[in-house]
């Protein structure tokens, strides 16, 4: 093999390899934006149900509604982000309380 040959043959591989470089960057950001969207809708739903219990406790009285919780215990849920669906079976009863990804 000639010099000539191999400077050719880095100068192809040169451009494959930043290609590749940049693609496991955009995935990792990918993956990276994912986890933390997962750990903000784990917090939203267990600071929803620490809210609900704190509750019961002063109130002896699980909240009636979602909004109850966001009015007088400062839970804030970004709607534009999750949906939160609050079942109330019955006042001494937990709630169903469950978080979804609202579509973007």
Same mark, same amino acid.
């Given at each position: 093999? =000639?010099? &000539? ?16 470089? %940049?693609?496991? +960057? ?26 609900? %219990?704190?509750?019961?406790? @002063?109130? &002896? ?12 215990? &400062?839970?804030? %849920?970004? =709607?534009?982000? +999750? =949906? ?12 169903? @309380? =469950? %978080? ?5």
């Amino acid at each position: 093999m =000639t010099k &000539g040959f191999l400077k050719r043959l880095l100068w192809l591989l040169l451009p494959a390899l930043a290609l590749c470089f %940049v693609l496991f +960057f955009l995935t990792a950001l990918s993956n990276l934006d994912q986890g933390r969207a997962l750990e903000d809708k784990a917090q939203l739903e267990d600071a929803l149900h620490r809210a609900a %219990v704190s509750c019961y406790a @002063i109130e &002896g009285a699980y909240p009636p509604d979602l909004a109850y919780l966001v009015d007088n215990y &400062g839970v804030q %849920v970004d =709607t534009q982000r +999750f =949906t939160v669906v609050y079942q109330l079976h019955a006042s001494n009863l937990m709630p169903d @309380i =469950t %978080v979804l990804d609202r579509p973007q």
